[in-house]
């Protein structure tokens, strides 16, 4: 099962003076399982390009396919929705029902369920998200903090059981201690499921320590698509992109300029620690 992006181009507005393309002949595969990172600077097309992946935007050429099914057809855009879980920068937004427990069954409620199997769905996503749903469930959504209101709008998406969950720029606004939260759900979730994570972020540190493979968007085009590890080595061609790389990454670079045997592609504090610690080890007794 995957989602196919098949020389797909999409231009707003076609056939008048304001017609702007912003993807152009992106063809890309997104396999079961994975967790891909797509990254790109500001007007790269990204938020363009996922809003393809559920259907809210039809490819002006070309097609996408979500297990075989394309987008394009009005019948299956049900189907495709409750596939593809697309969560908003800033979801909280969206929020609008009186009760937390009320907005997270909203989409399931709209697939004509059960009660019982709404009021089971509701209360699994919370758990998902890491809400008690007896200290949450009659809260009101307007009364939580901004980390508590992003999981609320998450676990409205996760309680319609998709098979692939699209966020863009989940963790934006939050405070670090709510970004590791959130991000740390995600990557638990993505294992534990199986579930496919397609992730927009523009936090080179944040999807060289989750992602399994990288897509980086310039110009409307996919300029590069690989392991972070790999692409992370390449910075100079990043920076021609308007990218960096994580910071620690960054900084092995230069420790390896006056220390060659310093592994440069390193991508988390924990990785590079034992590399440091050998190198002032060696530097001591030299």
């Known amino acids: ?12 507005q076609p056939g008048t003076p304001f017609a702007t393309t912003v993807l152009k002949d992106i063809s890309i595969t997104i ?25 809210l935007l039809t490819p002006t050429a070309g097609r996408v396919l ?7 057809e009005k019948s299956t855009k049900r189907l495709i929705r409750r596939k593809v879980g697309l969560v908003f920068q800033y979801p909280e937004h969206q929020l609008f029902e009186e009760t937390v427990a009320k907005d997270v069954a909203f989409g399931p409620r709209n697939l004509g369920l059960s009660e019982d199997e709404i009021e089971e769905r509701v209360e699994e996503a919370l758990i998902t998200v890491g809400l008690s749903p007896e200290t949450y469930s009659q809260r009101s959504p307007f009364d939580l903090s ?32 709510g970004r590791d939260e959130i991000l740390g759900q995600i990557s638990d979730l993505q294992k534990k499921q199986n579930l496919t994570v397609v992730l927009v972020s523009h936090s ?83």
């Open 66 to 72: 979500v297990d075989g099914v394309d987008t394009k």
């Open 31 to 55: 396999d079961d399982g994975e967790f891909v990172g797509l990254i790109g600077h500001t007007g790269s097309g990204k938020s363009t390009l996922i809003q393809h992946l559920n259907g």
């Open 1 to 12: 099962m995957s989602i196919e992006v098949q020389n797909v181009t999409f231009t707003y």
């Open 146 to 177: 901004g980390g508590e209101m992003r999981r609320v709008a998450i676990a409205g998406v996760l309680a319609m059981r998709p098979s692939y969950l699209v966020l863009d720029e989940p963790t934006a606004g939050l405070d670090p201690r």
């Open 204 to 286: 080179m540190e944040d999807v060289a320590r989750l992602v399994d493979r990288l897509i980086i968007m310039y110009q409307g085009q996919v300029a590069a698509c690989g392991q972070p590890r790999e692409l992370f080595q390449r910075a100079e061609e990043l920076k021609k992109l308007g990218l960096g790389v994580p910071q620690i990454t960054d900084f092995m670079r230069c420790l390896h300029e006056i220390a060659p045997e310093v592994r440069t592609d390193i991508l988390t504090v924990e990785e590079a620690v034992p590399e440091i610690l050998a190198f002032l080890g060696r530097r001591v007794y030299a």
